[in-house]
């Protein structure tokens, strides 16, 4: 079955720092990745997703996120924070082939303090 | 524009009564999914569907049923309500062909 491993569940930071959100998947074929953000009391949206191509994917708010095959990761960076950013970030992947169903990872809680 | 909603927004109930919770999307959208949010889980699949009459069993289905009769709603029941069915519900859906998922605001159901 494929797994999702969000390697924090709470991350703080200071407002303007540099974030990495870790994310790591278990498959052996071939996958896409999403990452998607929920502020408080609402829906997910979505950040940014990687289907093919360039294994550096660039989202909204500033945030991208690298695709690394051979440690089967798929980690989210910004390179300066705000503290709107403050919200519940989630990694999820679907497995190749005719499904549309997607897995979520734990989430990650960010926490931006000034 | 395009949407997904989800109503109520909260709702709260007793045990053992059934209580159905809506979601409805102007995406025209073949997939439509349902999730629950608990604290330390994430986000766990209920049921799923790819089409009208089409309906699956996700990875925590028991006490829970779906109908699709078009391809804006996708109601959600719960048959007999438990105290471990207190979560906050996320309806999404998703275009043939695509795989991200557009997410509604959520329900949040107490179960008393």
């Known amino acids: 079955a494929q797994s999702v491993t969000q390697l924090d569940s709470q991350v703080p930071v200071f407002e303007e720092a540099p974030v990495e959100l870790r994310c790591n998947y278990s498959s052996s074929v071939s996958v896409y990745l999403f990452w998607y953000v929920q502020y408080p009391n609402q829906g997910l949206q979505l950040l940014l997703k990687?289907?093919?191509?360039?294994?550096l994917v660039k989202g909204i708010n500033g945030f991208e996120a690298e695709f690394n095959k051979s440690q089967t990761s798929f980690h989210l960076r910004k390179p300066s924070v705000h503290i709107s950013d403050t919200a519940e970030y989630f990694c999820?992947?679907?497995?190749?082939?005719?499904?549309?169903?997607?897995?979520f990872g734990k989430g990650t809680l960010l926490t931006v303090n000034p | 524009d395009a949407e997904i909603t989800q109503s109520p927004r909260h709702k709260i109930t007793e045990t053992g009564r059934q209580v159905t919770l809506a979601c409805h999307q102007t995406w025209n959208h073949n997939n439509m999914f349902w999730y629950r949010q608990d604290l330390g889980h994430g986000l766990r699949l209920i049921h799923y569907?790819?089409?009208?009459?089409?309906?699956n069993k996700g990875e925590v289905s028991d006490g829970y049923s779906v109908s699709r009769s078009n391809t804006e709603d996708l109601p959600l029941t719960l048959e007999s309500a438990a105290s471990s069915q207190t979560s906050v519900y996320f309806c999404?859906?998703?275009?043939?062909?695509?795989?991200?998922?557009?997410f509604g605001p959520g329900t949040r159901l107490t179960v008393t």
């Open positions: 569907s790819y089409g009208v009459q089409d309906t």
């Open positions: 999820a992947v679907k497995k190749g082939g005719s499904n549309y169903k997607l897995t």
């Open positions: 999404a859906s998703s275009g043939q062909g695509a795989y991200e998922q557009y």
């Open positions: 990687y289907l093919s191509g360039s294994t």
